[in-house]
């Protein structure tokens, strides 16, 4: 079946930085990938996804990610993180119909 | 986007009795709903599989016993936690995909907050 790691538990970063959270998928045909946004408590808000097409995607809140068949990543990246994006990320994967969370990246954001 | 509505957002019950969260789609037709877990600073997992008009699929060593789910229309799917325990307690996240397809992208509901004391 297929699924998804995150291999950073925890990233600290500071306000104004740049963010990478990286997300390897293991499957054999092209995945279908998404990323999600928890903040404590709260339920999830999909960020971005990734069918087919354009490798390039362009999400919400000013996050992006690359799909890099050759790296097996889907790496979601901001360039200027706010002091707002502090929260939980999952990458994700749908496999048989069902999706499947990587383990989650926990964001901190200091000043 | 389409909206998924959890109800209620947080419970509070005492061990033994059963608790019923609703989760509900509401400006579009879902044949399908997920049920999840989440245990604190950990990931969400997949409970079941809710199907409207049958049995719910469960997630192995997931007690279907424990774990009532019922999709009685296409808007609407509930998940009753029987004799709660300590151990329930959890936060729960149902999640819809509109139409009835496989790989769309699903909508997830704002959790449900079960403590069982």
């Known amino acids: 079946a297929q699924s998804v790691t995150q291999p950073d538990i925890h990233i600290t970063v500071s306000e104004g930085a740049s963010l990478e959270l990286r997300c390897n998928y293991s499957?054999?045909?092209?995945?279908?990938l998404f990323w999600y946004v928890q903040s404590p408590g709260q339920g999830l808000q999909l960020l971005l996804k990734?069918?087919?097409?354009?490798?390039l995607v362009q999400g919400i809140k000013g996050f992006e990610a690359e799909f890099k068949r050759s790296q097996s990543s889907f790496n979601l990246r901001k360039p200027s993180v706010h002091w707002s994006d502090a929260a939980e990320y999952f990458c994700?994967?749908?496999?048989?119909?069902?999706?499947?969370f990587g383990a989650g990246t926990q964001v901190v954001v200091t000043p | 986007g389409a909206v998924v509505s959890q109800h209620p957002s947080r419970v509070i019950c005492k061990s033994g009795t059963s608790v019923k969260i609703e989760c509900r789609s509401l400006?579009?037709?879902?044949?399908?709903m997920f049920w999840y877990r989440q245990f604190p600073k950990q990931s969400l997992m997949l409970m079941a599989t809710s199907n409207e008009g049958s049995k719910a699929t469960y997630e192995q060593g997931v007690e279907k016993d424990k774990f009532l789910i019922n999709h009685a229309s296409l808007t609407l799917s509930t998940l009753t936690v029987t004799s709660a325990h300590p151990e329930d307690s959890s936060f729960y996240i149902c999640s819809a995909r509109p139409g009835t397809g496989t790989t769309g992208e699903l909508f997830f509901g704002e959790g449900s907050r079960l403590t069982v004391l």
């Open positions: 400006d579009f037709q879902a044949t399908t």
């Open positions: 499957y054999g045909a092209t995945p279908y």
């Open positions: 994700a994967v749908i496999s048989w119909g069902k999706l499947q």
């Open positions: 990734y069918f087919s097409g354009d490798t």
